[in-house]
């Protein structure tokens, strides 16, 4: 016997939580390296040497975490950055395939674990007075594979359990553990940074790892394990494909000749037959998945380098302390919920997920220019600055990773293969990867020229991540002109 409508949606408010919280704590863990950068390699003319150093008093370096105490520290920052980033890119390609294949419940287990066993090991760093760049790479490698469980699998998991009505404003708010979860590492990661900075890391990743145990003990992969009703994925013309599936179906063995408890009787007696999963190909033929894939390429990109630059540039620029800018910086994250929200809940109302993606690019470069120049000229100007940076950067980002990917994932072609959802995640957010890779590769190399040419190389990446959606901004206009004649008709 099936759950009441009341059961069924309080199952699926719990997933949402669930899954919220979940990748809340990946985006938590990843975040505290771009606040303790600052910590790393600072003036240290500016602070009082203790008692009992044993540095020399010329030595101008004391207070510094070697090896990052040279003048090449933001090479070396660039590159143990990178090494989670590109690690990432390249993980999030295969963790799609394996998501399809494996139970997301142990997957997404183990992935938490491992994720918070690598992000303690990097503060345990400082505990055990390791000054090796290559122990630094390492950890940020091993983090950045583990870490692609999450994504790919959190968004099938929500994509398992919601339908396509009101996906773009749910996922708009679901999405916002991207942003809270940055909050919560830079506000952990600020607690301890002027001091043993190493707990900065410890605590986020104790928070992941005993998160991967909740998960375990409660995460349910599909409505049908606890008798729910599957959603409907698809709207209008999909409508009529269900329907043409249900008259093929007729002349099986459950026929709508018989009465429903006797059809429903007999078909859950019978084995279903499984779809097979997509091939990689496969999933990059859907229309749409290769625009998409591309725009979040630029648009994570300059997502990506706000993410790990942003503390620094502050600390450089405003000239405050390194907590000061830590939570100066959660601000362009609170921009980004609203900017989530905002997305889904226009690209609902239109039924236009690129022209709402290209509208919030085309008003971002100004923005970015603007912040650079007038930004630091006070705090209110900051303030305000910072959240409409990250409201107009974040918010197609958020929409093209969690609603599109779900909307591509369930498309029409692939007549009701909701297996192909993990692994066109992948794809997209994989591709996505790679920019976020570059991003901070490319601050780390151009901010020793001045910050100026960093923003310029972030406003030139916005404008081609919009040139992207360009022909598919031009099929939702012809949508939009052709679907008030099909109402009159």
Same mark, same amino acid.
């Given at each position: 016997?099936?759950?009441?409508?009341?059961?069924? #949606?309080?199952?699926?408010?719990?997933?949402?939580?669930?899954?919220? %919280?979940?990748?809340?704590?990946?985006?938590?863990?990843?975040?505290?390296?771009? &606040?303790? /950068?600052?910590?790393?390699?600072?003036?240290?003319?500016?602070?009082?040497?203790?008692?009992? =150093?044993?540095?020399?008093?010329? =030595?101008?370096?004391?207070?510094?975490?070697?090896?990052?105490? @040279?003048?090449?520290?933001?090479?070396?920052?660039?590159?143990?950055?990178?090494?989670?980033?590109?690690?990432?890119?390249?993980?999030?390609?295969?963790?799609?395939? %394996?998501?399809?294949?494996?139970?997301?419940?142990?997957?997404?287990?183990?992935?938490?674990?491992?994720?918070?066993?690598?992000?303690?090991?990097?503060?345990?760093?400082?505990?055990?007075?390791?000054?090796?760049?290559?122990?630094?790479?390492?950890?940020?490698? #091993? $983090?950045?594979?583990?870490?692609?469980?999450?994504?790919?699998?959190?968004?099938?998991?929500? !994509?398992?359990?919601?339908?396509?009505?009101?996906?773009?404003?749910?996922?708009?708010?679901?999405?916002?553990?991207?942003?809270?979860?940055?909050?919560?590492?830079?506000?952990? *990661? !600020?607690?301890?940074?002027?001091?043993?900075?190493?707990?900065?890391?410890?605590?986020?990743?104790?928070?992941? *790892?005993?998160?991967?145990?909740?998960?375990?003990?409660?995460?349910?992969?599909?409505?049908?394990?606890?008798?729910?009703?599957?959603?409907?994925?698809?709207?209008?013309?999909?409508?009529?494909?269900?329907?043409?599936? *249900?008259? =093929?179906?007729?002349?099986?063995?459950?026929?709508? @000749?018989?009465?429903?408890?006797?059809? *429903?009787?007999? #078909?859950?007696?019978?084995?279903?037959?499984?779809?097979?999963?997509?091939?990689?190909?496969? +999933?990059?033929?859907?229309?749409?998945?290769?625009?998409?894939?591309?725009?979040?390429?630029?648009? @994570?990109?300059?997502?990506?380098?706000?993410?790990?630059?942003?503390?620094?540039?502050?600390?450089?620029? +405003?000239? %405050?302390?390194?907590?000061?800018?830590?939570?100066?910086?959660?601000?362009?994250?609170?921009?980004?919920?609203?900017?989530?929200?905002?997305?889904?809940?226009?690209?609902?109302?239109?039924? !236009?997920?690129?022209?709402?993606? #290209?509208?919030?690019?085309?008003?971002?470069?100004?923005?970015?220019?603007?912040?650079?120049?007038?930004?630091?000229?006070?705090?209110?100007?900051?303030?305000?600055?910072?959240?409409?940076?990250?409201?107009?950067?974040?918010?197609?980002?958020?929409?093209?990773?969690?609603?599109?990917?779900?909307?591509?994932?369930?498309?029409?072609?692939?007549?009701?293969?909701? @297996?192909?959802?993990?692994? &066109?995640?992948?794809?997209?957010?994989?591709?996505?990867?790679?920019?976020?890779?570059?991003?901070?590769?490319?601050?780390?190399?151009?901010?020793?020229?001045?910050? $100026?040419?960093?923003?310029?190389?972030?406003?030139?990446?916005?404008?081609?991540?919009?040139?992207?959606?360009?022909?598919?901004?031009? /099929?939702?206009?012809?949508?939009?002109?052709?679907?008030?004649?099909?109402?009159?008709?």
């Amino acid at each position: 016997m099936g759950q009441t409508p009341a059961s069924s #949606c309080r199952f699926r408010g719990f997933i949402l939580l669930l899954t919220f %919280f979940i990748y809340t704590c990946y985006h938590m863990s990843r975040k505290p390296i771009s &606040v303790v /950068k600052s910590r790393l390699h600072q003036n240290c003319s500016e602070l009082v040497k203790p008692v009992n =150093d044993s540095h020399s008093l010329n =030595d101008t370096t004391w207070c510094d975490w070697a090896p990052f105490d @040279k003048n090449n520290y933001k090479e070396l920052l660039g590159a143990v950055d990178n090494a989670f980033l590109v690690a990432y890119a390249i993980g999030m390609f295969i963790s799609g395939i %394996f998501g399809e294949r494996l139970p997301l419940r142990y997957y997404l287990s183990a992935g938490m674990l491992l994720s918070g066993l690598f992000t303690s090991l990097f503060g345990l760093g400082y505990f055990w007075n390791i000054h090796m760049l290559w122990y630094f790479v390492l950890i940020q490698i #091993c $983090n950045g594979l583990v870490q692609t469980t999450g994504w790919p699998s959190v968004v099938t998991c929500v !994509g398992n359990w919601f339908g396509k009505g009101k996906r773009g404003l749910i996922m708009g708010i679901w999405n916002s553990h991207t942003s809270v979860g940055n909050i919560l590492g830079s506000l952990i *990661a !600020g607690v301890w940074v002027n001091e043993q900075w190493g707990l900065s890391f410890v605590a986020p990743g104790a928070v992941t *790892a005993a998160m991967g145990v909740i998960t375990f003990l409660f995460l349910i992969e599909y409505p049908e394990d606890v008798d729910c009703t599957a959603p409907q994925h698809h709207t209008s013309d999909g409508l009529e494909q269900n329907q043409d599936n *249900a008259e =093929d179906l007729g002349n099986g063995p459950c026929t709508n @000749k018989e009465s429903s408890l006797e059809s *429903a009787a007999r #078909c859950s007696k019978e084995p279903s037959v499984q779809p097979a999963a997509i091939s990689f190909l496969g +999933a990059l033929r859907i229309p749409g998945v290769v625009e998409f894939s591309l725009c979040l390429l630029f648009a @994570k990109l300059v997502s990506y380098t706000f993410l790990y630059w942003l503390p620094l540039y502050i600390f450089n620029v +405003a000239h %405050f302390s390194a907590k000061q800018a830590g939570d100066l910086s959660t601000l362009f994250d609170v921009g980004g919920i609203m900017g989530g929200i905002m997305a889904g809940l226009i690209s609902d109302y239109t039924n !236009g997920r690129a022209t709402t993606c #290209c509208i919030m690019l085309i008003l971002a470069a100004p923005m970015m220019f603007l912040y650079n120049y007038i930004g630091q000229n006070g705090i209110t100007n900051s303030i305000v600055m910072l959240i409409i940076c990250g409201a107009l950067v974040n918010g197609p980002y958020a929409l093209i990773t969690t609603a599109v990917s779900a909307d591509l994932g369930t498309h029409q072609s692939l007549k009701g293969n909701a @297996k192909a959802l993990s692994t &066109v995640t992948a794809i997209i957010d994989g591709t996505g990867s790679i920019g976020a890779a570059l991003g901070p590769l490319l601050a780390g190399l151009i901010s020793p020229t001045g910050w $100026n040419n960093v923003f310029y190389m972030l406003i030139s990446a916005d404008i081609l991540a919009c040139l992207l959606l360009c022909r598919l901004v031009y /099929k939702e206009i012809i949508a939009w002109k052709s679907s008030p004649s099909r109402d009159r008709g």
